[in-house]
């Protein structure tokens, strides 16, 4: 019998399960991070300073200035995400308004789908820009930010009509948020490692609407 509960609680890459059974799973095991897309587990890797780790904390940089410039937001890093039965992600960085879709529920966790998330991805061959990117487009993430670090390349998609279209940057390589006005990212910047330049285009933007 014993034998039997501790295979129970084990948590394995590739597992199918719903959500409650993948939480209790979860929690039983000592697997450090875990996330369930589709209904798939998803074990996480070691992860590299320079391909995930450095540009993470500048996404999560970028972010933390803007909300601490415009009040009534919440920005999270790796927080669970209950979006639905079959998935349940941990984001790299989330930015979600108080008063939005998420909220914190009785548990601590995120219940609903944040304004925007960001994934830090080795490449396209990521499951970020496929089985994850299905979650959140059905689940109604308003904005997907997916950095691959190994192509140099950020994509940024906007929920527009159910389905994510791709934003592009102009001609100064700017993005620019269509959710939370004066979000602006300077794409050359961030992938040169330039955060200088990076703060300095989002300050132009949240002059932007502070002068409205």
Same mark, same amino acid.
């Given at each position: 019998?014993?034998?039997?509960?501790?295979?129970?609680?084990?948590?394995?890459?590739?597992? %199918?399960?719903?959500?409650e059974?993948?939480?209790?799973?979860?929690?039983a095991?000592?697997?450090?991070?875990?996330?369930?897309?589709e209904g798939?587990?998803?074990l996480?890797?070691?992860?590299?300073f320079t391909?995930?780790?450095?540009p993470?904390?500048?996404?999560?940089?970028?972010?933390?200035?803007?909300?601490a410039?415009?009040?009534?937001?919440e920005?999270?890093?790796e927080?669970?995400v209950r979006l639905?039965?079959d998935?349940?992600?941990?984001?790299?960085?989330?930015?979600?308004?108080?008063?939005?879709?998420?909220k914190?529920?009785?548990?601590?966790?995120?219940?609903?789908?944040?304004?925007?998330?960001a994934e830090?991805?080795?490449?396209?061959?990521s499951y970020?820009?496929?089985?994850?990117?299905?979650?959140?487009?059905?689940?109604?993430?308003?904005?997907?930010?997916?950095?691959?670090t190994?192509? %140099?390349?950020?994509?940024w998609?906007l929920l527009k009509?159910?389905a994510?279209i791709k934003?592009?940057?102009?001609?100064?390589d700017i993005i620019y948020?269509?959710?939370?006005?004066?979000?602006?990212?300077?794409?050359?910047a961030?992938?040169?490692?330039?955060?200088e330049a990076?703060?300095k285009?989002?300050q132009?933007?949240l002059?932007?609407?502070?002068s409205?």
């Amino acid at each position: 019998m014993v034998i039997v509960n501790s295979l129970l609680t084990i948590l394995e890459n590739g597992d %199918h399960l719903d959500r409650e059974e993948f939480e209790r799973r979860y929690s039983a095991s000592k697997v450090k991070k875990a996330e369930l897309i589709e209904g798939i587990v998803y074990l996480a890797p070691p992860l590299r300073f320079t391909s995930h780790g450095k540009p993470h904390s500048q996404i999560v940089g970028w972010l933390v200035n803007y909300q601490a410039a415009v009040p009534g937001l919440e920005v999270g890093i790796e927080p669970t995400v209950r979006l639905d039965r079959d998935n349940e992600p941990q984001p790299d960085v989330v930015l979600f308004r108080v008063d939005g879709n998420a909220k914190i529920d009785k548990d601590g966790y995120i219940a609903g789908a944040p304004e925007l998330v960001a994934e830090i991805a080795a490449s396209s061959a990521s499951y970020d820009l496929h089985s994850k990117k299905n979650a959140y487009e059905r689940n109604g993430v308003k904005e997907y930010i997916v950095w691959r670090t190994l192509d %140099h390349q950020i994509d940024w998609f906007l929920l527009k009509n159910e389905a994510y279209i791709k934003l592009e940057p102009d001609r100064f390589d700017i993005i620019y948020s269509q959710e939370f006005p004066g979000l602006w990212l300077n794409v050359r910047a961030i992938l040169s490692n330039d955060m200088e330049a990076v703060l300095k285009t989002l300050q132009a933007g949240l002059a932007t609407i502070s002068s409205v």
